[in-house]
């Protein structure tokens, strides 16, 4: 079965810095790979996903790459802000709704002001 | 867009007792739900593939007895933790997709955060 995993556990940065989190998968069937942000004791919200046909994805601050080649892929937030603060999960599956996601250990990012 | 609903999101139980969490989705059918748990600064364990109509896919490790999932429609999916332990303690979260549209973003529901005293 997928195994993912992430690195690193826990990111502390200024406000302002970029922060990168980097995901590696196992199973090359995946070709869906979403990213979440969890704020403590709250559900997990998307906030970018890619599919397996694209390289990278932007969204104003927040990009996503994919290296299927590698298998792995990376979540990238620029100008960070203090409400970036949250633990971070990336995931990997089907692109189908039908399969399930397999999510990564999470990281716990800290931006300080 | 699509909502995924959980209730209760807090329930207190005795030892020995059973409580069930359901998990609804509002806007769409779906087929596929999928049930989590989360230790607290852990991340989500699938526990296991809710499927409407028919059995529950477990993950490896996971008791069908203990944790039962019943599907009986096409917008609820119900876990019943049963004859709860304070070791079943734990952050319980339910998703779904829906597979009729375009984005396949996995919705999460509110999550239950279940005490076993």
């Known amino acids: 079965g997928e195994n993912v995993e992430q690195h690193p556990s826990t990111l502390s940065v200024q406000e302002g810095d970029s922060a990168v989190i980097k995901c590696t998968y196992s199973d090359s069937a995946s070709n869906y790979f979403p990213w979440y942000k969890q704020e403590l004791g709250k559900r997990p919200q998307l906030i970018i996903d890619i599919r397996s046909n694209v390289g990278e994805k932007k969204d104003q601050r927040i990009a996503v790459t994919l290296n299927k080649t590698a298998k792995h892929f990376s979540l990238h937030i620029t100008e960070t802000q203090p409400e970036d603060s949250a633990v971070y999960f990336c995931?990997?599956?089907?692109?189908?709704?039908?399969?399930?996601?397999?999510f990564g250990t999470g990281t716990r990012l800290l931006v300080s002001p | 867009g699509a909502v995924v609903s959980q209730h209760p999101s807090r329930v207190i139980c005795k030892s020995g007792t059973s409580v069930k969490i359901e998990c609804r989705s509002l806007d769409f059918q779906a087929t596929t739900m999928f049930w989590y748990r989360q230790f607290p600064k852990k991340s989500l364990m699938l526990m296991a593939t809710?499927?409407?109509?028919?059995?529950?896919?477990?993950e490896q490790g996971v008791e069908k007895d203990k944790f039962l999932i019943n599907h009986a429609s096409l917008t609820l999916s119900t876990l019943t933790v049963t004859s709860a332990h304070p070791e079943d303690s734990s952050f319980y979260i339910c998703?779904?997709?829906?597979?009729?549209?375009?984005?396949?973003?996995?919705?999460f529901g509110q999550g239950t955060r279940l005490t076993v005293v």
């Open positions: 998703s779904a997709r829906d597979p009729l549209r375009a984005n396949t973003e996995a919705f």
């Open positions: 809710s499927n409407e109509g028919s059995k529950a896919t477990y």
């Open positions: 995931a990997a599956g089907d692109y189908t709704g039908f399969q399930k996601l397999v």
